[in-house]
């Protein structure tokens, strides 16, 4: 096992035969224990594995283990399973963490605490473990069951007072038992995810890494290069030109930020000249219902459709798209290829094609036996990913499925043409061959702007379509974007970033001359921006520098201060030294 982390999970919870865990919506959180603990580690930074039993944990090397997560309900732990935990406590630094057992359970030993006979609740948590004091004032209360402490255990957190997270060393190593379930208080506030990232960050026996995303806004704008603006009767709004595209792009600039634009680089004619007139690279073309033309070459004109006199002009979203990208203040991602359902003629036929929702939904359930019937390669990701390496010579890392509409068999397409994230309003992190879905990230409309996105210290997705600044202006964009900035958002990121920071994994090493941080790809894209990386060391000094290394290059990175144990360092680009 090369894994840092190991968590063992409930035997039905996560399935091995599954490539998708998850399901991109909500999932009751006694559901998804082992899951959201494993997309919370992959967002520190740490590679991780899952045993889906206890026998699975016997043959396990502990060798570089640093976590062991009991993601399962902890009564279930035999008394065999326990010893095994122990002699591993002994022998190596890891940091076990579950929820408390009760009283009676083998693991109460081990932990040197249990479940509480009286419910807690509260508003005010404190951390007063291993490293600097913390605290956080719930918005709403947070319950859990509370604990019984004895022996040599410590309270490490309390809820208004009261032990909320104990702990103990164990030969080597150190164990921590939750006095309410996580996935539970992820779900009431996101002060309980930022307190397990205090958890397993500060009582960690050693010293140890983890990517700092606090106060990251993804930022996703969904439609440059459809159709579906032309065509439904719902949906319909002119393109974003040029001028509006410099706007956008001055804005992102002065304040160094990144955004995602999930383009759909099919543009599907209804073959009505009667409706509109169609130019392709200054041409009009032969028209045919269903036909697939290149958006960046697109130039449509309505004239008896749902807004007569619109020009909607594709090659000068084009343009001004390709201007953003070579500032560095954007890049493009798969938003399908043509955002209609994959029977073209079908909806080209359809007397409700320019008004049924149904018809502008790609990879839904409703177009699942048409995508059976395509080989992959006809498949409409992989001519969408073709489309758009061809356009914009960029390889890929997100899907964002058109409607939020989706198949686990269109994720396991999406998977075996290499993609690394999936966005709806969860996202989906590739874990090795599955994606993950994590409730940790969600997606908010950009004009729902609030502090309390950010409590957990991970990053959020803003999304929006190109209808708002079309309909409302750039302002619109400027005003959500200064609302964000004051709720918190220090750093405005888009996919390609985020997959090049959570693709990675992060290993802290002590070697002759000192510590050292290497870190590893687990299919990631290069880096488009330095990567921020926090650095702590236990009863120790900070170095001023650290060896790192990274991309192929042993690099001496400068450390800065944020606490008397915490540092942060800035993985460089390829081009910086």
Same mark, same amino acid.
């Given at each position: 096992?090369?894994?840092?982390?190991?968590?063992?999970?409930?035997?039905? &919870?996560?399935?091995? *035969?599954?490539?998708?865990?998850?399901?991109?919506?909500?999932?009751?959180?006694?559901?998804?224990?082992?899951?959201?603990?494993?997309?919370?580690?992959?967002?520190?930074?740490?590679?991780?594995?899952?045993?889906?039993?206890?026998? &699975?944990?016997?043959?396990?090397?502990?060798?570089?283990?640093?976590?062991?997560?009991?993601?399962?309900?902890?009564?279930?732990?035999?008394?065999?399973?326990?010893?095994?935990?122990?002699?591993?406590?002994?022998?190596?630094?890891?940091?076990?963490?579950?929820?408390?057992?009760?009283?009676? =359970?083998?693991?109460?030993?081990?932990?040197?605490?249990?479940?509480?006979?009286?419910?807690?609740?509260?508003?005010?948590?404190?951390?007063?473990?291993?490293?600097?004091?913390?605290?956080?004032?719930?918005?709403?209360? #947070?319950?859990?069951?509370?604990?019984?402490? &004895?022996?040599?255990?410590?309270?490490?957190?309390?809820?208004?007072?009261?032990?909320?997270?104990?702990? @103990?060393?164990?030969?080597?190593? $150190?164990?921590?038992?939750?006095?309410?379930?996580?996935?539970?208080?992820?779900?009431?506030?996101?002060?309980?995810?930022?307190?397990?990232?205090?958890?397993?960050?500060?009582?960690?026996?050693?010293?140890?890494?983890?990517?700092?995303?606090?106060?990251?806004?993804?930022? @996703?704008?969904?439609?440059?290069?459809?159709?579906?603006?032309?065509?439904?009767?719902?949906?319909?709004?002119?393109?974003?030109?040029?001028?509006?595209?410099?706007?956008?792009?001055?804005?992102?600039?002065?304040?160094?930020?990144?955004?995602?634009?999930?383009?759909?680089?099919?543009?599907?004619?209804?073959?009505?000249?009667? @409706?509109?007139?169609?130019?392709?690279?200054?041409?009009?073309?032969?028209?045919?219902?269903?036909?697939?033309?290149?958006?960046?070459?697109?130039?449509?004109?309505?004239?008896?459709?749902?807004?007569?006199?619109?020009?909607?002009?594709?090659?000068?979203?084009?343009? %001004?798209?390709?201007?953003?990208? *070579? =500032?560095?203040?954007? !890049?493009?991602?798969?938003?399908?290829?043509?955002?209609?359902?994959?029977?073209?003629? =079908?909806?080209?036929?359809?007397?409700?094609?320019?008004?049924?929702?149904?018809?502008?939904?790609?990879?839904?359930?409703?177009?699942?036996?048409?995508?059976?019937?395509?080989?992959?390669?006809?498949?409409?990701?992989?001519?969408?990913?073709?489309?758009?390496?061809?356009?914009?010579?960029?390889?890929?890392?997100?899907?964002?499925?058109? %409607?939020?509409?989706?198949?686990?068999?269109?994720?396991?397409?999406?998977?075996?043409?290499?993609?690394?994230?999936?966005?709806?309003?969860?996202?989906?992190?590739?874990?090795?061959?599955?994606?993950?879905?994590?409730?940790?990230?969600? =997606?908010?409309?950009?004009?729902? $702007?609030?502090?309390?996105?950010?409590?957990?210290?991970?990053?959020?997705? %803003?999304?929006?379509?190109?209808? !708002?600044?079309?309909?409302?202006?750039?302002?619109?964009?400027?005003?959500?974007?200064?609302?964000?900035?004051?709720?918190?958002? @220090?750093?405005?990121?888009?996919?390609?970033?985020?997959?090049?920071?959570?693709?990675?994994?992060?290993?802290?090493?002590?070697?002759?001359?000192?510590?050292?941080?290497?870190?590893?790809?687990?299919?990631?894209?290069?880096?488009?921006?330095?990567?921020?990386?926090?650095?702590?060391?236990?009863?120790?000094?900070?170095?001023?520098?650290?060896?790192?290394?990274?991309?192929?290059?042993?690099?001496? #990175?400068?450390?800065?201060?944020?606490?008397? &144990?915490?540092?942060?360092?800035?993985?460089?680009?390829?081009?910086?030294?």
């Amino acid at each position: 096992m090369t894994a840092r982390a190991l968590i063992l999970s409930s035997g039905d &919870e996560l399935p091995s *035969r599954e490539r998708i865990w998850g399901t991109g919506g909500w999932i009751p959180p006694e559901q998804r224990e082992a899951l959201d603990w494993l997309t919370l580690l992959r967002m520190l930074g740490w590679e991780s594995s899952v045993a889906g039993s206890q026998a &699975e944990l016997e043959p396990a090397s502990v060798n570089g283990l640093r976590w062991v997560i009991l993601g399962c309900d902890p009564d279930s732990l035999a008394e065999d399973t326990v010893a095994l935990l122990e002699r591993w406590l002994l022998e190596e630094p890891i940091l076990i963490v579950g929820r408390a057992p009760s009283r009676d =359970a083998p693991l109460a030993r081990l932990v040197g605490a249990a479940r509480g006979p009286d419910p807690i609740a509260g508003g005010e948590i404190r951390w007063l473990g291993p490293g600097h004091g913390q605290a956080w004032q719930c918005r709403r209360p #947070l319950e859990g069951t509370g604990l019984e402490v &004895e022996g040599d255990a410590a309270v490490w957190a309390t809820l208004a007072g009261r032990p909320l997270i104990a702990g @103990r060393r164990v030969g080597r190593g $150190a164990v921590a038992a939750l006095g309410f379930h996580p996935s539970q208080a992820r779900d009431t506030d996101g002060a309980a995810t930022a307190l397990l990232r205090q958890l397993l960050t500060s009582a960690a026996v050693g010293p140890v890494a983890w990517f700092d995303l606090e106060g990251s806004l993804v930022l @996703r704008m969904d439609d440059p290069g459809g159709a579906q603006n032309v065509f439904s009767r719902s949906w319909s709004y002119p393109k974003l030109e040029e001028a509006a595209w410099r706007a956008i792009g001055a804005d992102l600039a002065e304040r160094k930020g990144r955004i995602s634009l999930a383009y759909v680089a099919g543009w599907v004619d209804d073959g009505d000249p009667k @409706r509109g007139v169609l130019k392709v690279s200054g041409s009009v073309p032969e028209r045919a219902p269903g036909r697939i033309h290149p958006s960046p070459c697109v130039v449509y004109e309505d004239l008896a459709g749902h807004a007569p006199g619109t020009v909607h002009d594709y090659t000068s979203e084009f343009r %001004g798209i390709q201007a953003l990208r *070579r =500032a560095g203040l954007a !890049e493009v991602e798969l938003h399908g290829y043509t955002h209609l359902h994959p029977d073209r003629a =079908a909806w080209a036929g359809a007397g409700d094609r320019y008004e049924a929702k149904g018809w502008y939904r790609e990879f839904g359930h409703r177009a699942a036996a048409a995508l059976a019937s395509i080989p992959i390669s006809e498949h409409p990701l992989a001519l969408g990913i073709a489309a758009l390496r061809r356009h914009f010579g960029v390889n890929l890392t997100t899907l964002v499925p058109p %409607g939020d509409e989706w198949t686990n068999e269109v994720l396991a397409s999406a998977l075996d043409l290499g993609l690394q994230l999936v966005d709806s309003y969860y996202l989906a992190i590739r874990h090795q061959d599955r994606f993950c879905w994590t409730t940790h990230v969600c =997606a908010p409309y950009l004009d729902l $702007a609030d502090s309390s996105w950010f409590d957990a210290g991970l990053p959020v997705v %803003g999304y929006f379509h190109d209808r !708002e600044p079309a309909l409302e202006g750039v302002g619109w964009l400027t005003e959500w974007l200064d609302r964000w900035q004051t709720a918190g958002a @220090r750093r405005l990121l888009d996919f390609r970033e985020l997959a090049s920071t959570v693709g990675r994994h992060l290993h802290v090493e002590n070697r002759q001359g000192g510590m050292q941080l290497r870190i590893t790809s687990d299919g990631a894209p290069r880096p488009v921006r330095p990567i921020p990386v926090s650095v702590r060391v236990p009863d120790g000094r900070l170095p001023s520098r650290l060896s790192v290394s990274f991309e192929g290059r042993d690099l001496s #990175l400068e450390v800065e201060p944020l606490q008397r &144990e915490v540092g942060r360092v800035w993985l460089p680009l390829d081009s910086e030294s």
